[in-house]
C-alpha cells in the first residue's frame, strides 16, 4: 500500500447517479467520504472528476459503450481524491430511466477484494495506456 491510497472500509458502498452525459445528481455519503469531496462539490459536476489519469480511455469508452447500448457494466476502476490521493472500487454501472423518462446512470462501487486484483488491473491498464500512445 502507497501513502497516497485511500483503503475502503469492507462495508463501503459508494453510489451516485449521472445523467445521460454523466453528470452527478447524486452521491451518497460514502462516496463524498472517501472521494474527499462535499455532496455540493460533486452535484453538478462530471463523473469525470474522480477519474484517475492512470485509467485507460478504452476502459471507460466499453463502460459508455456497454451502458448506452442498456448493459450493465462491471469492471476495477482506479478513482482520485479530491487531495490527490487514490483508491481502487469495483464499479458497477445500471443504465436508469428518471421519474421523467430521461436517461441516467447508478454506479455502486465497493472494496476490491484483494491487493492481488489491485497489482493485478494496476499492470493491465499500465499496459493498455501504453498501448493507446
Known sequence: MNQNEILLKNDSFLISHT??????????????????Y???????????IVRHQDMPKAAFEDLWNTV???????????????????????????????????????????KVASRDEIDKYDALYKKMREDER
Do not use: M
Open 38 to 48: 462535499d455532496v455540493q462539490e460533486l452535484i453538478g459536476k462530471p463523473h469525470s
Open 68 to 110: 448506452k447500448k442498456g448493459g450493465i457494466w462491471s469492471g476495477f476502476v482506479k478513482n482520485s481524491s479530491k487531495t490527490g490521493k487514490f483508491y481502487w472500487v469495483y464499479a458497477t454501472v445500471y443504465p436508469y430511466k428518471d421519474q421523467d423518462g430521461s436517461q441516467g446512470y447508478i454506479s455502486c462501487r465497493t
Open 19 to 36: 445523467d445521460a452525459k454523466g453528470i452527478i445528481k447524486f452521491a451518497s455519503d460514502d462516496f463524498c467520504k472517501v472521494a474527499e
